[in-house]
């Protein structure tokens, strides 16, 4: 096994993670040495997706409490109120910082940078370029951060376990994928960042690497999870390979039609109609394909139709390039033309890694930020386009944090630390010595079958149920029956992939205990056997953690500050 | 509708191979099949030790650039109905030195990227690090630099330059796009710092507009245009 040392670590390059490697180098002007982990080449985190947008209080008629507001009322009232408020504040901040490195955002006329209407937000504040919002944020980061000197790059490794020794962060053991060697990283912060879930999905709109790796390898190392019930749904996303139609296409006139030709969104939500809240409008979907005024669309998958004529040529061409492009050059259909055919896929954790407004878990040294951090501001239900300005916000405030934890604490050393790290390598070295006779894919299927029929947009107790007995089933086939039949240590990614499997075994097991044990609907939660939100019983967040016993579920009031909870209607 | 196609696929582990070989593998598809599917539906039913790079599966991260049927290309974004052929070769991409079979070491490709300091430079530090207020900027200045920061990194255009493949130092047409993107930013201040380095015997002179590079690229960058213009801002 071989060491690498650095004052703080950064595990996971999309927004989130770059932006804390670039804040930790700003804020200790390039004095801290930090390493940079990510299982992919830096660059090609799935934040490159987002093609909608980020939210920011930036015009007159716009202000904080109406930001923070509509995000606590998106969020079903789950969120917690004093985290909405502090963080919402960030995001203007966050945005002129991005321009001022480069990132180019849409303007007016009069150079003024442009903004546009999203879901479930009140007035038009999403800021935007094109549709390519998320990638030319992951672009200016990543150039940003060639501008400093003091980091070292770990593209492609893949991050196993985190080492605690003393009740505090010492290491991180992660295997170099080129290579096939354990390397352990000793350092004295980790800013965890690495994305979301949606791969536990059949359907999803998130890359092939967003395995949940972070929410596992956080809860293995006793560090709970918050809220990990909620899973957003998004509504369009063009089948069958689930890359989503933006939100934003609905803000500029782009409907939902049934096999009827009826906008059937009047019925569940006739004043917001397409643009209420996610959740909202995807249940919508799956209800009118469940009720036989569905398609059949590509590959035989049920669907319902986007029209995006009504947008208009000028508006497709230019900023909606992207999806143009994409419904063009993967499904081979011309939106300028045609109907599109889309079903709602999976897409992103509201819960997570549990960190309080400072982003601080409970070992010290130890930060979250981005998608798998959970400090309470999405509640039940996240709002589109708040998730962008988020990673950079709590980019920026774990780094800032993490920055100065290292600058206080000195270094210190401990063979405990190096032996910590080679228990937990036989662990993994374990995997390859089962010899079993189920490949990691085949067992992956079978996970995501489950979470889409059981633990999906509509859940009850006897689905659940049943989904955590096979859960269960899985890890014990994972631990006794798994082979992996490449041998090579070069590029092993049978070897990484059945390793992310494990994670997402831990990850779907949360989730759907979590969701087994809300007896209420709330945001994305829905049970069809509770289908009313319940403030009495449950306005309050769940917390898993591992116990010698298995997991344990706990309960933590939500912080309200000026909004009192009442009915969601849009 | 299905139908099958031989995928013949570029194999090499060098830590235990001598030399590469082709494998092939009967495929079923269908009309939304793209080269991504295939290879991942061989790794998952028949040979898992098939190693590639890939992830968003949008065209959007850069990680699935390979040959396909002799074209640099994006494994996600080729349908295979398009190609019209039942055998589809995929190989990795050229001038790149393999790690394992269609994955590619892509260092000093990046290491070129960052030469160009592709960063918007500021005279004012201060400002630029603690911001006040946006820097102005209209909509037809923002059209200047726009399409040449659609660059994803995924390296079929360097790949596909006659230039950058016969090996050394020459930066490359990702690299010298990449310049170019910065230098037409109407907010950045940076000619000076970088002029050196796209002057220099690695640098835009060195281009001999094959075009290769425009013509593979699958975001629009038009890098042989930018290295046209690159020229221009030098004379
Ligand atoms: C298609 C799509 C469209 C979206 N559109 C919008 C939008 O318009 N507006 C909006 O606000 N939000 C949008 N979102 C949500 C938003 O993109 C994500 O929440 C956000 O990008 C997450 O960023 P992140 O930095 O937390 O993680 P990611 O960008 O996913 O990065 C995770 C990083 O962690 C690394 N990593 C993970 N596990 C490991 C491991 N074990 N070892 C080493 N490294 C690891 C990965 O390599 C990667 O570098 C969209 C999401 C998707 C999928
Ligand atoms: S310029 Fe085009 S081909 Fe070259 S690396 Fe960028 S996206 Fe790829
Ligand atoms: S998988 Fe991301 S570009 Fe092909």
């Not at chain 1, 997991?551 to 909004?563: E, F, G």
């Not at chain 2, 394992?100 to 290491?111: A, G, I, K, S």
Request: hydrophobic share 40%; charged share 30%.
């Amino acid at each position: 096994m071989e060491i690498r040392k650095h004052d703080v670590l950064v595990l996971g390059t999309g927004l989130a993670g770059l932006r804390a490697a670039v804040e930790v180098l700003k804020v200790s002007k390039d004095k801290l040495s930090v390493g940079i982990v990510s299982k992919v080449h830096l660059m090609r985190s799935h934040s490159v997706a987002p093609e909608g947008g980020a939210a920011a209080v930036l015009s007159e008629n716009d202000s904080f409490d109406q930001h923070a507001y509509d995000t606590v009322k998106g969020s079903d009232f789950l969120a917690d109120q004093d985290v909405v408020e502090t963080y919402v504040r960030l995001f203007p901040k966050e945005i002129l910082q991005l321009e001022h490195w480069g990132r180019p955002w849409s303007r007016n006329d009069d150079g003024s940078v442009a903004m546009r209407l999203f879901g479930a937000h009140d007035v038009p504040r999403t800021v935007f370029a094109e549709d390519r919002t998320g990638f030319f944020l992951m672009r200016t980061l990543y150039d940003t951060l060639l501008k400093f000197e003091n980091f070292e790059r770990y593209d492609e490794y893949l991050a196993l376990s985190i080492i605690i020794d003393d009740r505090e962060f010492r290491g991180l053991l992660t295997l170099e994928k080129s290579s096939g060697n354990y390397v352990l990283f000793e350092s004295k912060a980790l800013v965890i960042a690495t994305g979301g879930l949606g791969r536990l999905w059949e359907f999803t709109t998130n890359a092939h690497t967003t395995t949940g790796d972070g929410f596992a390898i956080a809860l293995r190392a006793g560090i709970p999870l918050k809220d990990m019930e909620f899973v957003q749904w998004l509504p369009t996303c063009m089948v069958p390979h689930g890359i989503p139609a933006t939100e934003a296409l609905r803000g500029h006139g782009a409907v939902l039609l049934n096999s009827k030709g009826e906008r059937f969104m009047k019925h569940y939500a006739p004043s917001k109609m397409e643009l209420a809240a996610r959740d909202i409008v995807s249940r919508a979907m799956i209800t009118e394909i469940r009720e036989g005024r569905g398609f059949k669309g590509p590959e035989d998958m049920e669907c319902v139709m986007l029209d995006a004529r009504p947008v208009g040529e000028d508006k497709l061409m230019t900023i909606y390039k992207t999806f143009v492009e994409n419904a063009r050059d993967f499904i081979g259909i011309d939106p300028l033309e045609e109907l599109v055919p889309v079903r709602p896929a999976a897409h992103f954790a509201m819960g997570g890694i549990d960190v309080d407004i400072n982003l601080t878990t409970i070992i010290p040294g130890i930060y979250a930020a981005g998608e798998v951090a959970c400090p309470g501001f999405d509640g039940a239900n996240r709002l589109g386009s708040n998730s962008l300005p988020l990673c950079l916000a709590t980019g920026r405030i774990a780094g800032q944090n993490a920055a100065v934890y290292a600058m206080r604490k000195n270094a210190t050393s401990s063979s405990r630390v190096f032996q910590n790290a080679e228990r937990e390598m036989e662990k993994f070295e374990r995997l390859t010595q089962i010899k079993g006779s189920r490949n990691p894919y085949e067992l992956k299927k079978e996970l995501s079958h489950i979470m889409e029929s059981y633990v999906g947009l509509f859940r009850d107790e006897a689905g659940l149920l049943k989904a955590l007995e096979r859960i269960r089933q899985l890890k014990i086939s994972y631990l006794t029956d798994l082979s992996i039949d490449d041998s090579s240590k070069v590029f092993n990614t049978e070897l990484t992939n059945a390793i992310e499997f494990g994670f997402m075994l831990d990850v779907a097991e949360v989730i759907t205990l979590s969701a087994l044990k809300r007896e209420e609907s709330r945001g994305a939660h829905y049970r069809t056997d509770f289908p009313k939100r319940d403030d009495e019983k449950w306005l309050k967040h769940s917390v898993v953690r591992i116990t010698d016993a298995g997991l344990a579920v706990s309960y933590r009031p939500v912080k309200i500050t000026k909004w009192k909870p009442e009915e969601r209607r849009y | 509708m299905k139908w099958e196609i031989t995928l013949r696929v570029f194999r090499f582990d060098p830590e235990r191979e001598r030399k590469p070989k082709f494998a092939e593998y009967e495929v079923p598809v269908d009309e939304y099949t793209r080269v991504l599917e295939a290879l991942l539906w061989v790794k998952e039913n028949i040979d898992p030790s098939l190693n590639l790079r890939y992830s968003c599966r949008m065209a959007m991260c850069g990680s699935c650039g390979m040959l396909i049927n002799n074209k640099p290309r994006l494994a996600c974004k080729t349908i295979i109905k398009t190609l019209k052929t039942d055998v589809v070769e995929v190989k990795p991409l050229p001038k790149f030195k393999v790690i394992r079979d269609l994955v590619v070491e892509m260092d000093d490709f990046f290491d070129k990227h960052r030469s160009v300091k592709p960063y918007l430079i500021r005279r004012n530090v201060q400002e630029q690090e603690n911001p006040t207020g946006f820097y102005f900027q209209t909509s037809e200045e923002v059209r200047r630099y726009i399409q040449f920061a659609y660059c994803i990194m995924c390296g079929l255009c360097s790949s596909s330059c006659p230039i950058f493949r016969s090996g050394g130092r020459y930066l490359g047409p990702q690299a010298l796009a990449q310049a170019f993107r910065y230098l037409a930013d109407s907010r950045d201040e940076g000619f000076d710092v970088r002029e050196k380095i796209l002057n220099s015997d690695k640098g835009v002179w060195r281009c001999h507009f094959a075009g290769e590079c425009s013509e593979a690229c699958p975001k629009g960058v038009e890098p042989a245009e930018a290295i046209q213009r690159l020229r221009r801002k030098l004379l």
